[in-house]
């Protein structure tokens, strides 16, 4: 037999296989046609547990993967031990023959361990760095099946049969990271549900109508556009919508249109290629990519360059992008839900939005009311964020209302909608987390006209102080807005790129987060 086309047959048979135990069974009937041949075990090595696992094995009756260890008797462990100092000597045979299974400790224990009656077997020894990680066990029935050539033509399978062993440890670990991502995701899917709120407050009322649109639409692939204040909750109808439609085991990727800078936007909306740009170390999926089979939430899309708009226009149309620096064309199948706090049809007639973008985007509006026009949401909406935050903050027990509160909190006014609720209700519990909560100063937050008087008549040398309180009456005056018209940067008549790096470095908050 040319033991090179020995060599070349059977590597091309563990080789032809990507399930390791049809590679086996392919190998176990042709060596069957050289030597005794009844079964092919691949283990390896576990050295601190001093045990073998079996990964896969055959048989001519049937081929599985398997993961069973084999702990090694104390007979066993020595020999273990000594052919590891043989390995590490360079001295171990290619191939360990064993004629008479109970006469040899560690084939004895795997013989016993895999319930397997006493054979005659070959093992080819898997070393690296001086170590034995592993072994291929061919076994004959009966005894004294095996001699030198059969050893000396075993022997020339090794390498191959490396590889293999290595390419199925490193394809386990990949199953097992990939059954641990998934089960991330579940869990994290789950939390976003909890946290956003599997039941949404005021649903019976206050957001009756707005619930009923958003359970028509949920089964359906159609973009909505989520409209009303700041604060009122468009992101948690966003996830109800996801949640409730058939794509809620898929990806939920929410972006803050107007938190990104200018000159990110197409690499974090579409992603980037290695050396696409400087600093592009590697390539990067783009928002886009990561909602695919799922849903993509475009919050503050008033607050999207026009430029930007262009390219959203094109991928809202064929469902396709292209990442920054590539050239091939990655197909989409999302879902869009948009929302804004600003007037789309004025912004319109200004040439602030596209207005083709804004038919695309509004094929079904849903407008989420103020809290101001659904107060009878208030009490339990109350309760809940008492709840919440007290569970967050690791109180005790949970605070008492005062007599009086809630109706306070009825006849304010709720610039800020749900979210300063929210705000308040953690304020409150921070000042008094005993209870009882009363609300007597929930206007405080709101007077940023005392605020601004008075850091105007405080003086200061430090230019940073000065710039950073400029910066802050500009935003107040521009309503959060950075960029566009009306926007801080334009009232600065600096690049809007500039006054977010500004910000950056002074500590200053943007993305509409100065106006809640």
Known sequence: MDENEFFRQVTLRICGNLEIERGLQACLEYLSGYMPADGLYLEKYEKDLCAFRLLAYTTTEKSERKDVLVPLSGEAKATMEQLVQLSQKGKLPPVIVINKAEEEPIARRMFEGLALPYSSSMHLPFIAEGEIIGMLSLIAEGSNRYDKRHAQLYATLKESFFVAMSNTIKHREVIQLKD????????????LRRLSGDEIIGANFGLKEVMRKAQQVAA????????????????????????SSARSNGPFVSVNCGAIPDTLIDSELFG????????ALSQKRGRFERANNGTIFLDEIGELPLQAQVRLLKVLQS?????????????????????????????????????????????????????????????ALLQHFISQKARELKL??????????????LKYHWPGNVRELQNVV?????????????????????????????EEIHETDNLDEMTSRH??????????????????AELLGINASTLRNRMNKLGIEYGKKVTN
């Open 180 to 191: 641990i991502l998934a089960d991330d995701c579940r869990y994290l899917h789950n939390e």
């Open 272 to 279: 980037h290629e290695k050396g696409a740009f400087t600093g």
């Open 471 to 488: 910066i802050r009456r500009i935003l107040l005056k521009a309503k959060g807005k950075i960029h566009g018209a009306g926007g801080a």
């Open 426 to 454: 953690e304020r409150q519990l921070i000042l008094n987390p005993s209870g009882p909560l009363s609300f007597k100063q929930i206007n405080l937050p709101m007077q940023n006209e005392i605020q601004e008087s008075r």
């Open 319 to 379: 469902r396709e992008i292209e990442r920054v620096g590539g050239v091939k064309t990655i197909k989409l199948n999302i879902r869009i839900i948009a929302a804004t706090n600003r007037n789309l049809e004025k912004m319109i007639t200004k040439n602030q939005f596209r207005q083709d973008l804004w038919f695309r985007l509004n094929v079904f509006p849903i407008w989420i009311p103020p809290l101001r026009d659904r107060r009878s949401d208030i009490p």
């Open 220 to 243: 359906l692939d159609s973009p909505v556009l989520l409209t009303g204040e700041t604060g009122v909750g468009k992101d948690v109808i966003a996830n109800t919508i996801h949640y």
């Open 396 to 409: 005790p027990a949970i605070p008492t209302l005062a007599p009086g509160a809630i109706n306070r909190l």
